[in-house]
């Protein structure tokens, strides 16, 4: 078996997370930002940020309320009302567990299943509904052609801003805070184990057909949304620009700033 084939959907991975965390976090110090230039007020700002980005902030905090309910785990906090912010950062507290009430892999599970939620409805909303897939493909051919019938093939599409914009709602807050991370190392531990386990029993053949199959297909898949999602931020960020530069100059004054 070649290293590479196993090596290399990872690697992919990494390539696309890297330049998804940057455009992500741009992009949402600058939505605040030109909420910042629109109202020049902090708290308005806010609630611009926070309206932008409304669907995701929404199956987030929703998802892991329903989720906490149905695992019996207690509440710390249910807390509706925005804090005003100097700057732009989603910050997943309106619906807080309480942790010293439950165990690490409740806790786990409440914190991860929003992000498997939002992925599924990423992909789907980009493969089922905009057919996404075959515009990075076209790009892929840099054929001015090809690229410009794509175009045009998503355009046609019935709802296409709706969708658009709920798909970059939810897919630039999917990103898993600290505290939703808290016990996912764990289950990397389980996963390190097991493998071992493998290797040691004599299992390896196994446990390489299951990281050239269906692991390595698994990534593939997830590359392709990440990469997708990507596309969309790098357009986002143009727009954003555009619009920020061209308030400052409008209003005579800067954004707030960005270090926060």
């Known amino acids: ?33 030109v909420g910042y230039l629109l109202t020049g007020d902090k708290g308005a700002a806010t609630g611009f940020y926070y309206l932008v980005f409304f669907p995701g902030v929404f199956l987030h905090e929703f ?44 806790a786990s599970i409440i914190g991860g299943v929003p992000f ?9 909303i980009s493969t089922a509904i905009l057919d996404l897939h075959i515009l990075l493909e076209a790009l892929g051919t840099y054929d001015l052609p090809t690229i410009t019938s794509a175009l045009q093939a998503q355009f046609n599409t019935p709802d296409f801003w709706f969708w658009l914009y709920i798909l970059f709602a939810i897919s630039n807050g999917m990103i898993p805070t600290k505290e939703d991370r808290a016990g996912w190392g764990l289950i990397v531990v389980v996963i ?18 299951t990281l ?49």
Not at 116 to 124: D, E, H, P, R, T
Not at 192 to 209: H, K, P, R
């Open 63 to 106: 998802t892991q309320y329903l989720v906490a309910g149905i695992l019996n785990v207690p509440l710390k906090k249910l807390e509706p009302r925005l804090q005003e912010q100097d700057s732009g950062t989603l910050r997943y507290d309106f619906v807080t567990i309480d942790t010293k009430k439950t165990d690490t892999l409740k």
């Open 192 to 209: 390190g184990v097991i493998s071992i386990a493998f290797l040691v029993i004599g299992l390896d053949d196994v446990l390489v057909e």
């Open 212 to 260: 050239d199959g269906p692991v390595r297909e698994g990534l593939q898949t997830v590359t392709t949304i990440l990469s997708i999602i990507l596309v969309l931020d790098f357009t986002a960020i143009l727009i954003l620009g555009i619009t920020e530069d061209t308030l400052e100059r409008m209003r005579g004054f800067k954004t707030v700033s960005y270090t926060h």
């Open 1 to 33: 078996m070649d290293i590479t084939s196993l090596i290399g959907p990872w690697l992919s991975l990494l390539l696309v997370l890297g330049p998804l965390f940057v455009a992500e976090r741009w992009i949402h110090q600058h939505s605040y930002g």
């Open 116 to 124: 498997i939620l939002a992925g599924f409805l990423v992909y789907y």
